[in-house]
């Protein structure tokens, strides 16, 4: 089966700063990947996505780099605003998304 | 191009009674997914859906719980003789294609308490 994993729990940063969210995938044959952000009370929102042919992929204020040697995962946001922050989660596809637990990203003004 | 929409948003149910949450996918998009999220925790997969058909069920309880999407009209999650251990917010998401190839988009869920 596949298991994602988040490295924190919780990230906190300051307004205007990067940020990154780091995530591990078991299955080395998850060949698509998504983030997704979920403010409370919400459904998930497709941020990015990245196959597995890819190591990086650039979106508004977002990247993915995806390390397939180590199974990571990571989402940068660029200049980190207070509505950014959300529970993100990654989640890896083998014919079903498999989601992580979700990193807190609290953005301090 | 409406999104994903569900309903009831909020539903209470008490011990012992049926909980039916409905999912209307995207226009154009025939498979539907269906996730269990618990506070403060991600989201576990349920079972997946294409019209008509059940192609993976195997994160549905074996009990209680059944889903389906027929040919005309919502996917439907049933839970017969509701616990409060269900109580958790149901999440469906819908795609073009199967087995989360592509993009899929997700409702605004379903929040079921039983009480």
């Given at each position: 089966g596949e298991s994602v994993g988040l490295h924190l729990p919780t990230l906190s940063v300051q307004e205007g700063d990067n940020s990154i969210?780091?995530?591990?995938?078991?299955?080395?044959?998850?060949?698509?990947?998504?983030?997704?952000?979920?403010?409370?009370?919400?459904?998930?929102?497709?941020?990015?996505?990245i196959r597995?042919?890819?190591?990086?992929?650039?979106?508004?204020?977002?990247?993915v780099l995806l390390n397939k040697t180590v199974k990571h995962l990571s989402l940068q946001?660029?200049?980190?605003?207070?509505?950014?922050?959300?529970?993100?989660?990654?989640?890896?596809?083998?014919?079903?998304?498999?989601?992580?637990?979700?990193?807190?990203?609290?953005?301090?003004? | 191009?409406?999104?994903?929409?569900?309903?009831?948003?909020?539903?209470?149910?008490r011990r012992g009674q049926e909980a039916r949450l409905r999912c209307s996918p995207m226009k154009g998009h025939s498979h539907v997914y269906w996730y269990r999220q618990l506070p403060e925790e991600g989201l576990k997969f349920m079972v997946y859906l294409q019209k008509e058909n059940i192609i993976d069920e195997s994160g549905m309880p074996k009990e209680?719980?059944?889903?389906?999407?027929?040919k005309e009209g919502p996917s439907i999650l049933r839970i017969q003789q509701v616990v409060r251990g269900d109580s958790a917010a149901y999440f469906c998401a819908s795609s073009?294609?199967?087995?989360?190839?592509?993009?899929?988009?997700?409702?605004?869920?379903?929040?079921?308490?039983?009480?």
């Open positions: 969210i780091n995530c591990a995938y078991s299955n080395s044959a998850s060949d698509y990947f998504i983030w997704y952000k979920q403010e409370s009370g919400k459904g998930p929102q497709f941020i990015i996505d597995s042919n890819m190591d990086k992929r650039q979106g508004q204020r977002v990247t946001i660029a200049a980190t605003q207070p509505g950014d922050s959300a529970v993100y989660f990654c989640a890896a596809s083998l014919n079903k998304l498999i989601f992580g637990a979700g990193t807190r990203l609290a953005v301090h003004p | 191009n409406a999104g994903v929409m569900q309903n009831p948003r909020h539903l209470v149910r209680r719980f059944s889903a389906e999407f027929p073009s294609e199967g087995g989360f190839r592509t993009e899929a988009f997700f409702g605004q869920g379903t929040r079921l308490t039983v009480v």
